[in-house]
Nanobody, 128 residues
């Protein structure tokens, strides 16, 4: 029902920045959370950041706090992940996801469970 189109991935040197965008369509996102996850080859998909659409409340993985910022543009139904001070450990395929979040236990948003719609993923590679 929700279509997510990601863009902005690429190759960047350590210390550099990338801006990932996720354009969403299919519905308004009242009551939803929009999250970013990443997965490196041979590893499990891990939580990066999420934002509750209505309130703008955000949550971040400890590994990216202070370096990444998640935000949304309500008029464009777009969620942004601004990634600064990138390190090689950030190298992964990054996925945008959307899921219902109204009255949800906040910690559940740090897992993949609430997210029913996923983008195709965009590759982020950070060289040393």
């Amino acid at each position: 029902q929700v279509q997510l189109v990601e863009s902005g991935g690429g190759l960047v040197q350590a210390g550099g920045s990338l801006r990932l965008s996720c354009a969403a369509s299919g519905r308004t996102f009242s009551g939803y959370a929009m999250g970013w996850f990443r997965q490196a080859p041979g590893k499990e998909r891990e939580f990066v950041a999420t934002i509750i659409w209505d309130s703008g409340l955000t949550y971040y993985a400890d590994s990216v706090k202070g370096r990444f910022t998640i935000s949304r543009d309500n008029g464009k139904n777009t969620v942004i992940l601004q990634m600064n001070s990138l390190i090689p450990e950030d190298t992964a395929v990054y996925y945008c996801a959307a899921g219902r979040a109204q009255r949800i236990v906040p910690m559940l948003l740090l897992t993949t469970k609430p997210y029913n719609s996923w983008g195709q993923g965009t590759q982020v590679t950070v060289s040393s």
